[in-house]
């Protein structure tokens, strides 16, 4: 069979068990299995498909259409431009993420500085940051130590030698230390919401995503105990549920934080919340 018709017809297959995104999650993993990328793919779909390519790739196309992450069926997930190895560990960096970044690189001024990144997961963030600003050090901390251990092979894998990860409970193993910027994307999923029985969410760890308090609990720990690891004027910038910017903007107000301001995701909805310390 050539790869195009072998792709259309796992696109449709897709489609019809409901992926949001069948001719791209295909695309993906065939070039996941051939090694090539999707310019190559659509240059060369009148190749025939090696036999025991064609028998991976329908493998991998039958477990994604029982649900299973794109991310994690290829172990790899691109983040602001970073291809980033995935686990089941740890939650697939998604492109909503990426406005906390833009907040930070715009809070990041002078040329050195330190960024804290709270439950680091595959250290997408401070990767990210990382890679914009060498100057800086950045901090990743994840209570899950294969999360660490993923992240600190991202960091080696991509040669960014500024960011390190450490094992902490939020700030447990962190002491006296202070930062410029501290960043989060906490648990912060009711565990009565609906869309944790749906899409990619239901393989991803609960512990990352569901919080008590109606998703709150994580981040106003976060806001309570980030006073404590801040430099003077410095910033803590949160992501939040879209429904979620006013109650994180009064919570920050109530513990002390100054010129509070939310930031919409490409969705335009309110998406990431960050305040000074005074």
């Known amino acids: 069979m050539r790869l ?21 999650d295909a695309e993906v993993l065939l070039c996941h299995v051939l090694g090539v990328d999707r310019t190559w793919l659509y240059t060369w779909g009148d190749r025939v498909a090696p036999t025991f390519e064609r028998a991976r790739f329908e493998a991998l196309v039958a477990a994604r259409a029982a649900g299973q992450p794109v991310a994690y069926l290829t172990g790899e997930r691109e983040f602001w431009g970073l291809a980033l190895t995935t686990s089941p560990q740890t939650l697939i960096p998604r492109p909503d993420t990426e406005t906390l970044v833009e907040v930070l690189l715009e809070l990041a001024h002078g040329g050195s500085g330190r960024l804290l990144d709270l439950g680091t ?7 990210a940051f990382a890679s914009e600003r ?9 209570r899950v130590s294969e999360a660490v251990a993923l992240a600190t092979a991202n960091a080696h894998r991509l040669g960014i ?7 902490s409970d939020w700030f447990s193993a962190l002491a006296n230390e202070r930062f410029s910027l501290i960043a989060a994307n906490p648990p912060y ?9 749906q899409g990619d969410v239901r393989f991803e760890p609960k512990s990352a995503l569901v919080a008590d308090d109606a998703g709150l609990a994580d981040l106003r720990h976060i806001i309570r105990s980030a006073r404590h690891h801040l430099a ?3 910033w803590l910038a949160l992501e939040h549920g879209h429904e979620q910017a006013a109650v994180v903007r009064a919570l920050l107000h109530e513990a002390g934080y100054i010129e ?12 990431v919340t960050y305040g000074r310390w005074p």
Not at 4 to 24: N, W
Not at 121 to 127: D, F, P, S, V
Not at 189 to 197: A, K, N, Q, V
């Open 232 to 234: 003077t004027g410095g």
């Open 4 to 24: 195009d018709a072998l792709l259309a017809r796992a696109a449709e297959r897709l489609s019809r068990a409901g992926s949001p995104s069948p001719q791209l």
């Open 189 to 197: 999923i009711d565990s009565r919401d609906p869309h944790l029985t």
């Open 134 to 142: 060498p100057g800086w050090e950045s901090l990743g901390v994840d």
């Open 161 to 167: 030698a500024r960011a390190r990860f450490v094992v």
């Open 121 to 127: 997961g595959t250290g997408a963030i401070a990767l």
């Open 260 to 271: 509070v301001t939310s930031r919409c995701d490409l969705g335009g909805r309110e998406r």
